[in-house]
C-alpha cells in the first residue's frame, strides 16, 4: 500500500499481487479524531496489505524539512498502530507527475482535487514498485 499523507487528506494507492502495478484507490479525509486511522486499518484489512510505502517529501536539494519531519513522526506512529512495516519513499514531484496525468485525461476542477491525493500516492508507490524490481 502506498500512502501520500497530508494534514487534511490521505492519498492511498495499492498494488497487485504480485507487487508490480499501483492502482490509485481513495482519498481519506485527515479528521481530528483520528478516525481515518480506521479507514487506513480497513484498507490495510480488505487488501491483506503486508507492507505500506509512505512518500517522504524530502526538499528538492535532499533535504528534510518540517514536511519530511512531521512524516516520519506520522510515519512512525502508523506502522506501530496497524502493525505493519513501514518504509518511508522519496516523493518528490510525485504531484507535479500526478497534476500532469489529470491534465492529460482532461480532469479539471473539483474532481481534479478530489483525485490529486491518489493519483500522487500511485506514482510514488509505482516508483517504489520498480526500484524493488531492477
Known amino acids: 500500500m502506498g500512502i501520500d499523507y ?5 492519498g492511498v494507492a495499492i ?9 490509485p484507490l481513495e482519498t481519506i479525509p485527515v479528521r481530528e479524531d483520528g478516525s481515518h486511522m480506521e479507514s487506513l486499518k480497513a484498507v490495510v484489512r480488505d487488501y491483506e496489505v503486508k507492507k505500506i510505502v509512505v512518500g517522504l517529501p524530502y526538499d528538492m536539494d535532499g533535504g528534510v524539512g518540517e ?33 500532469e496525468i489529470l491534465i ?22 509505482q516508483g517504489y514498485l520498480d526500484a524493488m524490481r531492477s
Open 104 to 125: 492529460r485525461m482532461n480532469v479539471k476542477g473539483p474532481k481534479r482535487k478530489r483525485l490529486i491525493d491518489k493519483i500522487a500516492a500511485s506514482v510514488m508507490l
Open 67 to 99: 514536511s519530511a519531519n512531521r512524516v516520519i513522526n506520522w510515519a512512525r506512529d502508523l506502522e506501530i498502530s496497524l502493525k505493519l512495516p513501514v518504509e518511508l519513499w522519496d516523493e518528490r514531484l510525485t504531484t507535479s507527475e500526478a497534476y
Open 6 to 10: 497530508g494534514t487534511k487528506r490521505i
Open 15 to 23: 498494488s497487485d499481487p504480485s507487487g508490480v502495478i499501483a492502482h
